[in-house]
């Protein structure tokens, strides 16, 4: 079976290698680094380089390490946005939280939406405002 695919939206590059998707990031104090996440959607664990310090709390912004834009949704200015294609080749909206520590992450196809982790609620009255 196919693994889902997780894609740019502003380039539709391929982010996923293996069983991680890989983003560029900078947080508040300007440094810099790579930050792999688990496919798995609602699985939060994070791995980066131990000197590149996201402390809990705060906003981390996310970027396509091929074109180097910033993803962040239009729905928050929390929420980051990445495409995922499955195996039938559907694709949805997936937007999760940039806030180390924050839980929260959505899958979204046009009015549906599918909500995962502690902190989704927070988050939920603005996903179709746009």
């Excluded at 688990?38 to 699985?43: A, D, I, K």
């Excluded at 402390?55 to 928050?76: A, E, M, W």
């Excluded at 499955?86 to 939406?113: A, M, N, P, W």
């Amino acid at each position: 079976m196919k693994n889902k695919d997780f894609l740019c939206p502003k380039c539709k590059g391929n982010l996923r290698v293996e069983e991680y998707i890989i983003l560029s990031a900078k947080d508040k104090d300007k440094d810099r680094g790579l930050i792999l996440l688990s496919p798995e959607l609602g699985n939060y664990e994070v791995h980066h380089h131990p000197d590149f310090d996201i402390s809990g709390g705060n906003l981390v912004d996310f970027y396509c390490p091929l074109c180097h834009k910033r993803i962040t949704s239009k729905q928050h200015k929390n929420l980051a946005w990445l495409i995922m294609r499955d195996q039938e080749g559907q694709e949805y909206d997936i937007l999760f939280s940039q806030i180390r520590g924050e839980q929260c992450t959505f899958k979204v196809l046009g009015k549906h939406t599918e909500s995962f982790g502690k902190d989704a609620h927070q988050y939920l009255q603005f996903l179709h405002r746009v």
